[in-house]
């Protein structure tokens, strides 16, 4: 059965679907980046979605990455919610750059099934413009769950994965691979709904 066009004007106009020959229309959040945002859909991170970042290993430069849009952020008033990194952050390095150490939260669950369920209820509860979190291990099906949870509050979710993850489904909106590199950062758009995927960025020297 063939869907009557009117049936599928709500969709469109949610960016629940997109037409084939045109980008989907999504609000986003300004990465920081002019390059990087020039090759997203919308100009940056999408708002009430899941965006991956995938690294080869920790350190490369994944906070870096996300700085400019946390301390724009946090001093328009936003809060940001950090669950479970690897490293505790450094709190005068934070400070130093310019972002509101009073508009960031970090949360250590004790185990991978308390970081996903912290993360579910942080992205739905609609008190965090961000969610910065390191879930581990995640199934498609939690995966999923965090990003219904992103819709309704009305968050950008960020998950750090494994770059192995690359192998794996995922309901995300975005999935950026962090290249390993000694100075740039250089990221690979490996999905964004309603763009191109398959493009690079890389770090003005």
């Given at each position: 059965?063939?869907?009557?066009?009117?049936?599928?004007?709500?969709?469109?106009?949610?960016?629940?679907?997109?037409?084939?020959?045109?980008?989907?229309?999504?609000?986003?959040?300004?990465?920081?980046?002019?390059?990087?945002?020039?090759?997203?859909?919308?100009?940056?991170?999408?708002?009430?979605?899941?965006?991956?970042?995938?690294?080869?290993?920790?350190?490369?430069?994944?906070?870096?990455?996300?700085?400019?849009?946390?301390?724009?952020?946090?001093?328009?008033?936003?809060?940001?919610?950090?669950?479970?990194?690897?490293?505790l952050?450094?709190?005068?390095?934070?400070?130093?750059?310019?972002?509101?150490?009073?508009?960031?939260?970090?949360?250590?669950?004790?185990?991978?099934?308390?970081?996903?369920?912290?993360?579910?209820?942080?992205?739905?509860?609609?008190?965090?413009?961000?969610?910065?979190?390191?879930?581990?291990?995640?199934?498609?099906q939690?995966?999923?769950?965090?990003?219904?949870?992103?819709?309704?509050?009305?968050?950008?979710?960020?998950?750090?994965r494994?770059?192995?993850?690359?192998?794996?489904?995922?309901?995300?909106?975005?999935?950026?691979?962090l290249?390993?590199?000694?100075?740039?950062?250089?990221?690979?758009?490996?999905?964004?709904?309603?763009?191109?995927?398959?493009?690079?960025?890389?770090?003005?020297?």
């Amino acid at each position: 059965m063939t869907a009557r066009p009117e049936s599928l004007a709500p969709l469109l106009a949610r960016a629940q679907l997109w037409r084939g020959n045109q980008q989907a229309s999504v609000r986003t959040q300004s990465t920081g980046h002019p390059g990087l945002d020039a090759l997203l859909p919308g100009g940056g991170w999408p708002v009430g979605a899941l965006s991956e970042v995938l690294t080869p290993r920790l350190g490369c430069g994944e906070l870096q990455l996300l700085m400019p849009w946390l301390i724009r952020l946090t001093q328009a008033g936003g809060r940001v919610a950090l669950l479970r990194p690897p490293l505790l952050p450094y709190a005068p390095a934070f400070a130093q750059s310019g972002v509101v150490l009073s508009r960031l939260l970090v949360v250590n669950p004790e185990n991978e099934e308390a970081a996903q369920w912290a993360c579910e209820q942080s992205l739905r509860s609609g008190g965090f413009s961000a969610v910065l979190a390191w879930p581990g291990r995640i199934a498609n099906q939690a995966l999923r769950k965090l990003q219904l949870a992103a819709e309704v509050g009305d968050a950008c979710g960020i998950l750090y994965r494994n770059r192995s993850s690359l192998s794996e489904a995922s309901p995300a909106a975005l999935r950026l691979e962090l290249k390993d590199g000694p100075e740039r950062l250089s990221v690979m758009v490996h999905k964004c709904r309603g763009g191109m995927p398959g493009r690079r960025w890389q770090q003005a020297a």
